[in-house]
């Protein structure tokens, strides 16, 4: 069961994939499954051992807005981590939504959730698209994914996704 807390007081539901900041945090997709339980990203303090809800809850959906307090995701399935400048960018598949959204946290503000590729809807994304056009430009919102899943940033910054049941990698 989900538990914020240090050492044997934290709990996870069902963790899924995570992924490491290079600065003593990782992040994590807690989901118990695609029915029950909530959808959340957790963070994990790695020197103190303390979990901490970053974004998402127990309620499962999809939803854009306050990390802790507003977003919603349906199956968050990959993870990755970059920062520009001072500003943290987490980046989450949500393979039942079909979209990848973006938790952007700058110093001193509560991060914040919006679908940067494919449909907020759940499932209105799902199809094999070819994702064309300049990447630097978000949201694309007209990409559809068929179950995005994990994903990496490369050391030039480009962000590649599996496109798990279109059996792609973007």
């Not at 538990?3 to 290079?22: K, N, R, S």
């Not at 118990?32 to 020197?47: C, N, W």
């Not at 309620?59 to 993870?79: L, N």
């Not at 679908?115 to 199809?127: M, Q, S």
Request: aromatic content about 8%; overall charge neutral.
């Amino acid at each position: 069961e989900f538990a914020e807390g240090t050492g044997a007081d934290a709990g996870f539901e069902g963790p899924l994939v995570m992924a490491a900041d290079g600065r003593g945090l990782l992040f994590v997709a807690d989901a118990k499954d695609a029915k029950d339980g909530g959808a959340r990203i957790l963070k994990v303090d790695t020197a103190t051992g303390a979990v901490s809800l970053y974004a998402g809850g127990a309620v499962r959906g999809a939803a854009d807005g306050k990390a802790r307090t507003e977003a919603k995701f349906k199956q968050p399935s990959g993870i990755a981590v970059r920062y520009l400048g001072t500003t943290r960018e987490v980046w989450v598949a949500d393979s039942k939504a079909g979209n990848v959204r973006r938790i952007v946290e700058k110093p001193n503000e509560e991060p914040v959730v919006t679908t940067v590729i494919g449909p907020l809807e759940p499932n209105a994304g799902i199809g094999d698209a070819r994702i064309t056009g300049n990447f630097n430009t978000f949201p694309l919102t007209g990409a559809k994914f068929n179950q995005p899943g994990r994903m990496v940033f490369s050391p030039d910054g480009d962000l590649f996704i599996i496109d798990t049941n279109n059996k792609n990698v973007r």
